[in-house]
């Protein structure tokens, strides 16, 4: 039953949050540093108070293992934050994300001298090509509808560092799921403590971004009235928007970890990537943006390759436990 929830919590949490982030970067592209403050700052609070008993319970897993694990999830989170000032709409981050499982398979290849079999690279071939496919069509929009420089030549060259950051950000990702994955197996799983010092301890980096944060503060208050659902409040349409995507990311991502320590990695991955494609669809849809018939082909193929390598489909109509499982 709590696994039930968990994932029924994950698509509620992570959809919406999705839905709230589009609705706030859509008019302040460069909001993602104050989204990221609130939402490191509210689970913080919550984990000093219900994990850490107000900082009278120490942590099971050593301080500096949760050090290593938070200078690389801070690295991630800021690479993310700064793609959405690039030309690189939400959808197609959402969709290039999926590639977590390839990145994730060539570091276990390299770091875990991991080998897997066949239908495993069959499945990472696919993704790559509708990855590519997606990629190409998203610098095609890039040069043929230029921002609000006017200059198709440099807004492709803003997608593209877009494209390589986010490319970065997945192997920095993928490194981050190894890294816990061997700490889990040495200390056990503590999915509340590890959510509160992989958020806690970044907060003091947020200092190097308090003018940024402020500037956007005024920002937000000038932002136009709107009355809250069910409090019946007037405040500014930001700061409500910017409550409840905190408020559905902090859902989002705790069901996710309960979620690993309640069911197999494979169906993590499976919700996980059920919940982005779901994101993705409600996005094209519900704001209208862009996706050609290459995009669909490309969402396609990622959506294939992870239900085969995660063996939810398998080749030759037969699933096969995989020895050694990423």
């Known amino acids: 039953m709590r696994a039930l929830l968990a994932m029924c919590m994950v698509f509620v949490g992570c959809c919406s949050n999705v839905v709230f982030l589009e609705l706030i970067v859509s008019e302040i592209p460069s909001a993602a540093n104050i989204i990221t403050f609130c939402q490191f ?113 440099h807004d492709y060259l803003m997608w593209l560092v877009g494209i390589g950051m986010l490319s970065f950000a997945l192997f920095m990702s993928a490194w981050m799921g190894i890294f816990q994955e061997q700490t889990y197996t040495k200390f056990g799983k503590h999915p509340s403590e590890a959510l509160f010092y992989n958020h806690a301890l970044p907060m003091p980096f947020f200092l190097l971004l308090a003018s940024n944060i402020y500037s956007h503060v005024h920002i937000f208050n000038q932002s136009a009235p709107m009355v809250m659902p069910v409090l019946g409040i007037t405040a500014p349409k930001m700061w409500i928007y910017l409550l409840f995507n905190t408020l559905t990311q902090y859902v989002c991502i705790r069901s996710v970890f309960v979620l690993t320590t309640e069911c197999t990695s494979l169906t993590v991955t499976l919700v996980v990537t059920l919940r982005k494609f779901v994101s993705l669809i409600f996005s094209i849809i519900y704001f209208r943006n862009p996706f050609t018939l290459y995009d669909w082909f490309g969402t396609s193929c990622v959506f294939v390759g992870t239900l085969l390598f995660t063996e939810v489909i398998s080749l030759g109509g037969q699933k096969k436990t995989e020895k050694k499982q990423q």
């Open 41 to 153: 700052f509210f689970i913080s609070i919550e984990g000093f108070i219900f994990t850490t008993k107000f900082g009278t319970k120490a942590s099971v897993i050593p301080l500096r293992e949760y050090k290593i694990m938070t200078f690389i999830y801070l690295v991630t989170v800021a690479l993310h934050n700064i793609l959405l000032i690039y030309k690189v709409p939400i959808p197609i981050v959402v969709l290039l994300k999926s590639g977590s499982l390839v990145a994730n398979l060539i570091l276990g290849i390299i770091i875990l001298k991991k080998r897997y079999k066949w239908s495993k690279y069959v499945s990472v071939a696919l993704i790559t090509v509708g990855l590519a496919v997606c990629t190409v069509s998203s610098a095609k929009q890039a040069t043929d509808n230029p921002g609000h420089t006017g200059d198709a030549a």
